[in-house]
């Protein structure tokens, strides 16, 4: 089992810049794929980001391609987000999610983090 936790979240204006972390606890880190989900307020938790186990590949919801970037540290046992041009439409509460198993269509996690709010003012 791991256990994460995330930090990092607050208020932005729209153009700025957030980083968030997520400390990761537990099992061996460099076992699972991590990422990033959100859910906003009345909508569904979508995916964001996720990062292969050894940091190679990175894979990107359309709607932050280019913008953020998921980065990982298996020392440290952290996985980032550095989000870079933000929207008012990229508020929501932010995941960090670990699985077993690679990325792949309808990848989910296996383990969540208690999530970290990010709101972009106009």
């Known amino acids: 089992q791991v256990q994460l936790v995330e930090t990092g979240g607050g208020l932005v204006q729209a153009g700025g810049s957030l980083r968030l972390s997520c400390a990761a606890s537990?099992?061996?880190?460099?076992?699972?794929?991590m990422g990033w989900f959100r859910q906003a307020p009345g909508k569904e938790r979508e995916f964001v980001a996720a990062i292969s186990r050894s940091g190679h590949f990175t894979y990107y919801a359309d709607s932050v391609k280019g913008r953020f970037t998921c980065s990982r540290d298996n020392v440290e046992t952290t996985v980032y987000l550095q989000m870079n041009s933000l929207k008012p439409e990229d508020t929501a509460v932010y995941y960090c999610a670990a699985a077993v198993r690679p990325y792949g269509p309808s990848w989910r996690g296996d383990y969540w983090g208690q999530g970290t709010q990010v709101t972009v003012s106009s």
């Open positions: 537990g099992r061996t880190f460099s076992s699972y794929t």
